[in-house]
């Protein structure tokens, strides 16, 4: 298989630098890697493959012609530069929000819903980090017994948010002023319920894309996903407490082996043994992890679920580069 002609754009930050591990550890084939990021950036050096690769500006590596440009920059670069790199015939992943709900855009977790992407798509989105780990899980209970609805709570990571989130806490932690607090309220010892800003309707965004993306990656406007998230002062690792109403009768055993033969999914459900996901063992690995599996004590077809998995990772970037992976063994760039 022929390497590629790579570009990351965000190189630099958490999950850009997070892409450039998880490429290594699945060997994506890169023969040229075109590292891109903010002015102030672009001249470092970054390590990949054991090479030294330089920074460069977004519109060099636009000007270089990658095949494939996986962006990790924010919306805003999302929305400038990928509509630029797609008309150059470059396959733009993007790891932002920027395009996740527009219909000409397929959002993709290859595992559930890879066979949307098209041969003509040059613009494909990664779902937000809560949305991604949380379908892992659904899919396979979807197909076998049918959700009507769920009600999930999140306790998520700091990372979500950024260096200076980390900046913050560590902060915090060691008692030294915060000069440019990213939360409007301290997080060391402490959990905030808002994650992003709020709506009209009492919901925050982060709440919302929940709602909106799971129905776009599952293919059911009938999959009824509320949320409340809920920041909580951990360096790595989404957790997650799910609730399922079915339409169809399940078994707890049908429960744990269907999740346990999905791909990228771990069932850790030994509580007796105090066997369950946690974020500090979720961290720097790939795979969503499930467990504390349970029948809910009124509702028949009603199932509870433990949810974690590392958002640097599964989250962000190792799902951007399982697009890239998936596409090349399909013959994308043949």
């Given at each position: 298989?022929?390497?590629?002609?790579l570009?990351?754009?965000?190189?630099?930050?958490?999950?850009?630098?997070?892409?450039?591990?998880?490429?290594?550890?699945?060997?994506?084939?890169?023969?040229?890697?075109?590292?891109?990021?903010?002015?102030?950036?672009?001249?470092?050096?970054?390590?990949?493959q054991?090479?030294?690769?330089?920074?460069?500006?977004?519109?060099?590596?636009?000007?270089?012609?990658?095949?494939?440009?996986?962006f990790?920059?924010?919306?805003?670069?999302?929305?400038?530069?990928a509509?630029?790199?797609?008309?150059?015939?470059?396959?733009?992943?993007?790891?932002?929000?920027?395009?996740?709900?527009?219909?000409?855009?397929?959002?993709?977790?290859?595992?559930?819903?890879?066979?949307?992407?098209?041969?003509?798509?040059?613009?494909?989105?990664?779902?937000?980090?809560t949305?991604?780990?949380?379908?892992?899980?659904?899919?396979?209970?979807?197909?076998a017994?049918?959700?009507?609805?769920?009600?999930?709570?999140?306790?998520?990571?700091?990372?979500?948010?950024?260096?200076?989130?980390?900046?913050?806490?560590?902060?915090?932690?060691?008692?030294?002023?915060?000069?440019?607090?990213?939360?409007?309220?301290?997080?060391?010892?402490?959990?905030?319920?808002?994650?992003?800003?709020?709506?009209?309707?009492?919901?925050?965004?982060e709440?919302?894309?929940?709602?909106?993306?799971?129905?776009?990656i599952?293919?059911?406007?009938?999959?009824?996903?509320?949320?409340?998230?809920?920041?909580?002062?951990?360096?790595?690792?989404?957790?997650?407490?799910?609730?399922?109403?079915?339409?169809?009768?399940?078994?707890?055993?049908?429960?744990?082996?269907?999740?346990?033969d999905?791909p990228?999914?771990?069932?850790?459900?030994?509580?007796?043994?105090?066997?369950?996901?946690?974020?500090?063992?979720?961290?720097?690995?790939n795979?969503?992890f499930?467990?504390?599996?349970?029948r809910?004590l009124?509702?028949?077809?009603?199932l509870?679920?433990?949810?974690?998995?590392?958002?640097?990772?599964?989250?962000a970037?190792?799902?951007?580069?399982?697009?890239?992976?998936y596409?090349?063994?399909?013959?994308?760039?043949?």
């Amino acid at each position: 298989m022929d390497g590629l002609k790579l570009a990351i754009i965000g190189a630099t930050g958490l999950v850009g630098r997070t892409m450039l591990e998880v490429m290594e550890e699945l060997a994506l084939p890169v023969d040229e890697l075109l590292p891109a990021g903010s002015a102030r950036s672009a001249g470092k050096e970054l390590e990949f493959q054991g090479r030294k690769w330089t920074v460069q500006t977004v519109e060099e590596v636009l000007a270089a012609r990658p095949q494939v440009a996986l962006f990790s920059a924010g919306g805003d670069v999302s929305k400038k530069w990928a509509p630029e790199f797609a008309k150059a015939g470059i396959t733009v992943i993007d790891n932002s929000s920027a395009w996740r709900m527009d219909p000409d855009c397929p959002l993709v977790v290859p595992e559930v819903n890879g066979d949307t992407i098209g041969p003509d798509d040059r613009i494909i989105a990664n779902p937000n980090c809560t949305t991604m780990q949380l379908v892992m899980a659904l899919k396979p209970l979807h197909d076998a017994f049918c959700i009507q609805r769920g009600v999930v709570s999140t306790y998520q990571s700091i990372t979500g948010t950024g260096k200076a989130a980390i900046v913050q806490l560590e902060s915090e932690r060691a008692g030294e002023p915060v000069e440019a607090p990213v939360y409007p309220h301290p997080i060391d010892l402490n959990c905030l319920p808002h994650c992003d800003v709020f709506g009209d309707n009492g919901y925050t965004r982060e709440e919302m894309k929940v709602w909106n993306e799971t129905k776009k990656i599952l293919g059911d406007e009938d999959v009824h996903m509320t949320c409340t998230a809920v920041r909580v002062p951990v360096m790595g690792g989404h957790s997650e407490s799910v609730y399922l109403e079915f339409e169809h009768p399940f078994e707890l055993h049908e429960v744990r082996q269907k999740l346990a033969d999905f791909p990228g999914v771990v069932v850790q459900d030994e509580p007796t043994h105090n066997r369950y996901p946690m974020p500090l063992t979720a961290v720097g690995k790939n795979e969503v992890f499930v467990g504390r599996i349970r029948r809910d004590l009124v509702n028949e077809r009603g199932l509870h679920l433990w949810v974690v998995a590392d958002n640097l990772r599964k989250g962000a970037a190792t799902n951007t580069v399982q697009i890239a992976q998936y596409l090349l063994e399909r013959g994308r760039w043949a």
